[in-house]
Structure formats: C-alpha cells, structure tokens
C-alpha cells in the first residue's frame, strides 16, 4: 500500500453533499485527488467546494455539477460537464442513493422506480462511461457504496433492500469483467450510518450508528492498495446493535 498512490487522480462523486459523501470527498482531497462533485444541491455543492478549497485548494482541483440521477438528461449534463473539467475519471464513487421507508402495500411505482433509478441505474451508466477511461489508462477504482441491506430483508424496506441486493451482484460482475483491465470494484457495505438517511431507519438505537468519517477512511484506504491484494466486497458492521 503507497498513499500516494491518489495523488492528481481524479475522483468522481455521486452524492456528495450528502452525510456520506461529503466525508468521502473530504478524505479524497486529503489523499490528494482531484474532484468532481454532483448532487442535486447547487448551494451545497458550491460551499463543499469552498471548504474543501480551503483546506487543500493548492494542491487539487475541484469541480461541482448539479443535477436529478433520476433524470437521463441530468445525468448526461454531470457527464458532460465532468468531461470538459476533468476530461478523465480514474476514481469513481456511487454514493447517491434513496433509502425508502414502506410497506408492500403503501409502496407504488414512482418509489420502485425513483429507488432503482438512484440506487442501481445511475451506477450502472456511471461506471459503463467513465470505466472506459479506466480500461485505457489500465488504473482505476469503482467504489459502489452498498449497504448491509445487499444482504438481508427487513420489513418496510423491500425496495431499497432489493435495489441494494443489484447493486451488489452488479459490482461482483462488474469486479470479474474489469479486474483484467486493473480496475477495481469494490462494494462498501456498511450497517446504518450516522447521517440523515441514517435518522429514517426504524427499531434501531441511532448513537450505535458508524460514524461516516470512519467509512470515508476506510474507503480512501482501500483504493491506495495497488498489488496483488484485492477485498472487492466489504461489510462494515457496527460494535453494539441494540
């Protein structure tokens, strides 16, 4: 493992503002990594990326583009303005994501649909445009951000459970096809997180949450391994659960 292995890559972020991300891309630019930065917040957007300049504003370059993953339109303006900033993507992170709370039966289409449309959709095009960067370049990193949901069902969750189930088998294929190019996929499970998707989990005691600085270093770690080793599929669980 070489630290910096991430200097001047450029990292692309789905999600940033969120708990998750913003901690994610934080710990990126630490690592020296160039940004680019999408979520739907352009307010938000553009103070991450004035905090973050203010901490490492000389050493890195840091773009921001707003936009609706659920929309194909949005989603090819991030592209497009992704390319004119950054040309390349070596980092991608697919960290947006819709967490949502119903039953079977007060559930309908929009939330089947706007589910898979941010949890596995988005993804999918994401890493099928900017992994071709990766096979030319032959380096990259896929970091698709799961969750302990890819491996188990609870009750007034069925549509994030099942959107997180895809995300995972897409990234063990994905991991197969791409390994041969020296890209690495790697699906980040994590247990709940203290953030404010966090808040919406049900019968669970919040203060046992992880701390989304603990996941945003473990993701930045495992991106700087760059033999023979490789943990494509990692759960992240929590000490107590109570």
Not at 84 to 89: F, G, P, R, S
Not at 191 to 204: P, R, S, W
Request: proline share 1%; aromatic share 10%.
């Amino acid at each position: 493992m070489k630290q910096e292995v991430l200097t001047n890559k450029n990292c692309f972020i789905t999600g940033a503002t969120g708990g998750l991300g913003r901690c994610i891309a934080m710990k990126m630019a630490e690592k020296k990594c160039n940004l680019f930065l999408t979520s739907t917040n352009i307010s938000k957007l553009r103070n991450l990326k004035e905090e973050i300049e203010s901490l490492y504003g000389e050493e890195i370059k840091i773009y921001y583009g707003n936009g609706d993953l659920n929309e194909i339109q949005d989603i090819n303006k991030i592209i497009k303005m992704a390319r004119e900033k950054i040309h390349t993507v070596d980092i991608l992170v697919n960290c947006a994501g819709l967490f949502v709370v119903k039953s079977l039966f007060d559930s309908n289409l929009d939330d089947f649909n706007t589910t898979f449309n941010l949890n596995i959709k988005a993804p999918f095009i994401f890493c099928k445009e900017f992994s071709e960067d990766m096979i030319k370049s032959r380096w990259g990193r896929i970091i698709n951000i799961g969750s302990s949901s890819a491996y188990v069902g609870s009750k007034e969750t069925l549509l994030y459970c099942a959107s997180k189930h895809a995300l995972l088998g897409f990234s063990r294929a994905l991991h197969d096809e791409l390994k041969k190019s020296n890209i690495r996929t790697y699906c980040v499970s994590p247990a709940g997180v203290k953030t404010e998707m966090g808040k919406l989990i049900k019968h669970q005691n919040f203060d046992t949450f992880i701390d989304p600085r603990e996941i945003a270093e473990y993701v930045a770690f495992i991106c700087s391994f760059d033999g023979e080793m490789i943990s494509d599929e990692i759960r992240l669980n929590r000490m107590v659960i109570d």
